[in-house]
């Protein structure tokens, strides 16, 4: 579904999001899917970390002094 992006920037939604649709008697009622925005940056750091695991280690090991 295509919504125009001045109703996007008012409804703070960006290209991508998902909508929840409900259906009413009335008609239909759109409404933004909220994801734990925590949720998201933890699994998206676990992913840089295991890509990463190697040089993650032998960093971790490098003497600061």
Do not use: C, F, W
Not at 28 to 47: F, S, T
């Amino acid at each position: 579904m295509l919504l125009p992006r001045e109703m996007l920037d008012s409804l703070d939604l960006q290209v991508g999001d998902e909508l929840q649709i409900i259906e009413t008697d009335d008609g239909l009622i759109l409404r933004p899917v909220r994801h734990d925005n925590y949720k998201r940056q933890m699994n998206a750091a676990r992913d840089v970390m295991d890509k990463y695991e190697a040089a993650l280690r032998k960093l971790s090991t490098l003497d600061n002094s």
